[in-house]
C-alpha cells in the first residue's frame, strides 16, 4: 500500500517568505508527526497531532511555525517570515496511534531552501 | 531531559566484515530504545526497537542491537555486512513512549 507521501519534494524559497508544507499520512493512521533534521544531525520532534488535534507542540521552535490537520488525515505544516536558519529537511510520520508498540512510518522528506 | 551520543560520524567498513555502530543515551526516566536506519533520498525505517524482555533484540536485514542498562547502551551489530547497507543510521530513546530523541546519526559506507 502506500506510504507516507510529502509534497513537495524540494522548496527553494527567500528570506521573509511563507510557505506551506505538506504530508499525507497512511490511511488510517491517526497519529501524525512533524520532524525537523538539520544538516548533520538527527531529526528533531516539532509537533504531534492525535486526529485533528495538536496534541502536543512542545517541538515547536517559535510562533513562525504552525500546523494543521483539519479532517484528521492530511497535514501543513506552515513557516511564516522564513529564516536562513529554517533550512533543514521536514519530515513527517504517522502512525496507527501513539506509542512505541505503533511503529512510526516516515516520509522522505522536504527539502526546504531559505535563501 | 534525554540525549543520544552516537560517537562515530563516520564508519567505513569492508564487505563481509562485521560492524558494530555505538549509541549511548542518557535520561532520568525509562526509555524505550530505537535504531533506524535511512537510505539516501529515502525516508527512516525502523530496524529495530526494545520495549521490553531479552536486552538482545533482533531486527530487519540481520541487524541485532544489545540494551545494556548499566552503561546506558545500545550498540548495533551486523556479523557481516552487505553493499547495500550503505546508509545512515540514527539511534533514538522515546521516554515513556513520547516522542522519540533522536541521535545525531552514524553513515556507514560499506566498501566492496
Known amino acids: 500500500g502506500a506510504g507516507v507521501s510529502q509534497t513537495p519534494s524540494n522548496k527553494v524559497t527567500e528570506k521573509g517568505k511563507y510557505v506551506e508544507l505538506r504530508c499525507d499520512p497512511i490511511?488510517?493512521?491517526?497519529?501524525l508527526y512533524w520532524y525537523r533534521q538539520s544538516l548533520g544531525q538527527g531529526p528533531e520532534f516539532l509537533i504531534y497531532f492525535q486526529g485533528t488535534g495538536a496534541a502536543d507542540d512542545s517541538g515547536l521552535p517559535n510562533d513562525r511555525f504552525f500546523a494543521v490537520r483539519p479532517e484528521g488525515s492530511v497535514s501543513t505544516l506552515k513557516i511564516q517570515r522564513t529564516e536562513r536558519g529554517d533550512s533543514a529537511v521536514y519530515l513527517c510520520?504517522?502512525?496507527?496511534?501513539?506509542?512505541?508498540?505503533?511503529?512510526?512510518?516516515f516520509g522522505p522528506g522536504t527539502r526546504l531552501t531559505v535563501l | 531531559a534525554q540525549s543520544v551520543t552516537q560517537l562515530d560520524s563516520q564508519v567505513p567498513v569492508f564487505e563481509e566484515a562485521p560492524v558494530e555502530l555505538r549509541c549511548n543515551y542518557s535520561?532520568?526516566?525509562?526509555?524505550?530504545l530505537f535504531w533506524y536506519v535511512q537510505y539516501p533520498n529515502q525516508g527512516l525505517q525502523l530496524l529495530l526497537k526494545?520495549?521490553?524482555?531479552?536486552?538482545l533484540v533482533k531486527g530487519i536485514n540481520g541487524f541485532e542491537a544489545e540494551f545494556n542498562k548499566s552503561q546506558t547502551s545500545f550498540h548495533l551489530r551486523k556479523p557481516s555486512v552487505h553493499i547495500s547497507d550503505t546508509a545512515e543510521y540514527f539511534c533514538a530513546v522515546s521516554p515513556y513512549g513520547q516522542n522519540f530523541v533522536f541521535g545525531p546519526g552514524t553513515r556507514l559506507s560499506v566498501l566492496p
Open positions: 526494545y520495549l521490553s524482555g531479552s536486552t
Open positions: 535520561s532520568s526516566v525509562s526509555v524505550y
Open positions: 510520520a504517522s502512525s496507527t496511534t501513539r506509542g512505541p508498540y505503533n511503529e512510526q512510518f
Open positions: 490511511s488510517g493512521h491517526t497519529a
